[in-house]
């Protein structure tokens, strides 16, 4: 337990007085049942053993000279060890103007000593980090600081200075040197907490909470959260509705309303969404419960607006995609009426797009082509059948219609401003629909995946910001096996996102291609920390390791993916090869057949490319000759052979005709392998 902590549990200040520390201890154990509350017993007994381990520790004294920097040093000490003080602006002011900031003399002395010291205090509000920022130049020479002090720490300063909001820290209750990073800190945790569902460590946390006499807002809203979680629907409701009622506060709305409408109030959910939307416009949540709620109102089409919004953020949750369908369904009776002989087109794109998103494609051309769109309608004609015809693998058409929608936004001369600045997105979406459609073309005349490539860049210089559009060029470069211009897409996306993750994938498959096995593991590493779930990432890595032959490394790798529950069969079969490949060192080539029976029954049995089972052929069959069972391998290579006649299987099969004693026969189809000869087997 931390040491503050502790003396907080036993409501003493530090001291270093065993005595004082023991009767703290007597005294709060008189309350503290062992039996009744066998967790605060212990988190008691953790207190006064902490609090005795500082009572004993030997302190080194150390007198600091009387410097300028020093003297400013103990200021900002001062200042941040009070509360009020270190939230005031002014101060801060004050300090960087100092002389010992301007002097050539002091300037990079006091700048070491005061970043050394936030590295460990650094609970303070954008304004301060900006202002720090333009005193001593953070984000600008953010390489020279991560020379002197933990990267962590010089992100955590760049992501201060450019973020607008933060932590509320004007809530804060208690006294002005109480120990406001502790509980910042066991704050943070417990959110954690609850949001891992972890009650049990939760009620640890708002037992230290409480020891540390400081309160917020926030703390009682995880109350709330607390409450729901353990079922206690209406105790967390009531809990909510006094916090929305006492603060205008971002996160106590959303997570109010997120409580409200799961405790069942969904009415006032609602109200709460409608709420968080005034003041975040794509909240994916508020979004979706409203779609929710006026789709069990029966208002299809504001349930509709609502749905398509969430979507536009999100489209990866299914029972949305349900919800769209039916309120679809709840609006297409009336639209088919309104078609009836209507000579309006308006209610006939309105069904189309119904069609469309309920995955009933036929229906909508079929609804759509007798018609001739009038010239404001003629762009969101040819989006929506090109999109028909595209779901339709009507590849041809679909391509004719994104070319016919592009230049009906060319011929658009919109007088009003949002519509105007909405153009470059538009014409990005009516390239992609064409680059889209040639690219599926392209799997049978590669023709055509040219035309895809010069309609996505298209797009890219429209919208060089929508990573989806870079993603469909860096695609089709790996189809064209253009792996150097692939690597250079996925470079330009990681410029405009760090953190996009099918960049890091695209281009560790790219590397590996290249040859460029370092890179590979680089970017295995880089995508794990996004997403550690993820198979083909941990299949390129173990590829690029066994083809060096680092088998431990190779072993790794799979230890890493059995640690987050990944596996695949292109990893099993890696497996194979690795555990041949050790075979070779070990001498036990038994282990290694077994596993790659087990490994071909699953290929069968996942039916999987003929390619796949070939290889596991291949490696079944290289075991069975150093196990002497020369029969069961020619089997085994035959059947390899016969679906890919390469020299490698050539190779393994002379082999094992030359220990049957079989030599013309394996000189003949070594013969045959000579040019590619290498160490396969």
Same mark, same amino acid.
């Given at each position: ?7 907080a ?40 053993e ?11 004294? !150390? ?5 300028p920097?020093?003297?400013?040093m103990?200021r900002?000490?001062e ?21 010992? @900031? ?20 650094f ?10 920022d333009?005193? !001593?130049?953070?984000?600008?020479e953010?390489?020279e ?8 720490f010089?992100d ?8 607008e909001d933060? !932590? ?14 502790? !509980? ?6 417990l959110?954690?907490r ?17 020891a540390?006499?400081?309160s ?15 079922? #206690? ?12 009622a006492?603060?205008d ?6 997570i ?17 969404c $409608?709420?968080?939307l005034? $003041? ?5 949540n ?20 609502? @749905?398509?919004?969430?979507l536009?953020i ?7 995609t ?16 309104? @078609? ?16 469309l ?13 007798p ?18 015809y595209y ?41 992609e629909?064409?680059?889209k ?18 309609e996505i ?13 870079s ?9 064209q ?18 953190g996009?993750?099918w ?13 460029r096995?370092q890179?590979?593991?680089?970017d295995?590493?880089?995508?794990k ?28 790798i ?7 529950e990944?596996?695949?069969?292109e ?14 060192r070990?001498?036990?080539?038994q ?5 790659c029976?087990?490994v ?49 299987h050539?190779?393994? #099969?002379?082999?094992?005709?030359a ?15 000579e ?7």
């Amino acid at each position: 337990m931390d040491e503050k902590l502790a003396f907080a549990v036993l409501e003493i200040s530090e001291t270093k007085d065993e005595n004082e520390i023991k009767t703290a201890y007597r005294k709060k154990l008189v309350q503290t049942n062992p039996e009744d509350d066998p967790k605060g017993f212990l988190r008691l007994r953790e207190a006064y053993e902490a609090a005795c381990a500082y009572a004993r520790k030997e302190e080194l004294v !150390f007198t600091k000279e009387d410097t300028p920097v020093n003297r400013w040093m103990e200021r900002v000490e001062e200042i941040y060890g009070n509360l009020p003080e270190r939230l005031n602006l002014d101060n801060w002011k004050e300090l960087v103007h100092d002389e010992v @900031c301007l002097g050539l003399d002091t300037v990079e002395d006091a700048k070491q000593a005061l970043f050394s010291f936030l590295a460990d205090h650094f609970r303070l509000t954008p304004d301060i980090w900006r202002l720090l920022d333009d005193a !001593f130049l953070i984000r600008e020479e953010q390489a020279e600081y991560k020379e002197k002090l933990p990267a962590e720490f010089v992100d955590f300063m760049v992501y201060q200075c450019d973020r607008e909001d933060s !932590f509320p820290y004007e809530y804060l209750d208690g006294a002005r040197d109480a120990d406001y990073d502790t !509980f910042i800190s066991q704050l943070f945790e417990l959110i954690h907490r609850l949001d891992d569902r972890d009650t049990e460590g939760a009620e640890e946390i708002f037992r230290n909470l409480e020891a540390l006499s400081i309160s917020h807002p926030w703390a009682k809203l995880e109350k709330a959260r607390y409450d729901y979680l353990k079922g #206690k629907n209406e105790e967390a409701a009531e809990e909510a509705e006094a916090l929305l009622a006492a603060y205008d506060e971002i996160r106590i709305l959303v997570i109010g309303c997120d409580i409200l409408w799961e405790s069942g109030k969904r009415e006032r959910g609602a109200e709460l969404c $409608r709420k968080i939307l005034e $003041r975040i416009p794509d909240h994916y949540n508020a979004n979706r419960r409203l779609a929710r709620w006026h789709l069990e109102q029966k208002e299809f089409e504001k349930a509709r607006e609502y @749905c398509i919004a969430a979507l536009r953020i999100s489209d990866s949750e299914e029972a949305l995609t349900e919800d769209l369908r039916e309120i679809n369904r709840g609006l297409m009776g009336g639209l088919k009426e309104k @078609c009836i002989d209507s000579p309006d087109i308006k209610p006939h794109l309105e069904l189309g797009w119904c069609y469309l998103q309920n995955e009933m494609p036929e229906e909508g051309a079929l609804l759509l082509e007798p018609l001739t769109p009038e010239p404001e309608n003629e762009a969101e004609y040819h989006s929506l059948l090109g999109r028909l015809y595209y779901t339709m693998k009507r590849f041809a058409d679909a391509a004719e219609q994104g070319n016919l929608w592009r230049l009906a936004i060319e011929q658009e001369n919109p007088e009003d401003e949002k519509e105007r600045e909405e153009i470059p997105a538009r014409l990005a979406s009516a390239w992609e629909l064409t680059a889209k459609a040639h690219h599926r073309l392209g799997t049978s005349d590669p023709d055509y995946l040219e035309k895809a490539l010069a309609e996505i860049q298209k797009s890219v210089e429209y919208q060089p910001r929508e990573l989806e559009y870079s993603m469909e060029e860096a695609t089709i470069r790996m189809e064209q096996k253009e792996y150097q211009k692939a690597v250079d897409v996925c470079d330009r996306m990681l410029t405009v996102d760090e953190g996009y993750f099918w960049a890091y994938i695209v281009r560790q498959e790219a590397y590996y291609h290249l040859g460029r096995g370092q890179e590979v593991i680089d970017d295995f590493y880089q995508a794990k920390r996004i997403f550690a779930r993820y198979p083909r990432m941990y299949e390129w890595s173990v590829k690029a390791f066994l083809e060096h032959d680092q088998l431990d490394d190779a072993e790794d790798i799979f230890k890493q993916a059995e640690e987050a529950e990944v596996d695949s069969l292109e990893l099993q079969l890696s497996r194979a090869v690795l555990k041949r490949r050790q075979a070779e060192r070990s001498g036990d080539y038994q282990e290694a057949y077994d596993y790659c029976r087990e490994v071909r029954n699953k290929v069968k049995e996942a039916k999987a490319e003929k390619e796949k089972l070939a290889e596991i052929d291949g490696e079944l069959a290289k075991c069975c000759r150093r196990l002497e069972r020369y029969e069961e391998g020619l089997e085994a290579i035959e059947e390899a052979i016969r679906i890919e006649p390469d020299s490698r299987h050539f190779w393994v #099969k002379a082999h094992i005709l030359a220990e049957q004693g079989k030599t013309e026969e394996a000189l003949k189809l070594l013969l045959l392998c000579e040019k590619d000869y290498g160490s396969t087997a």
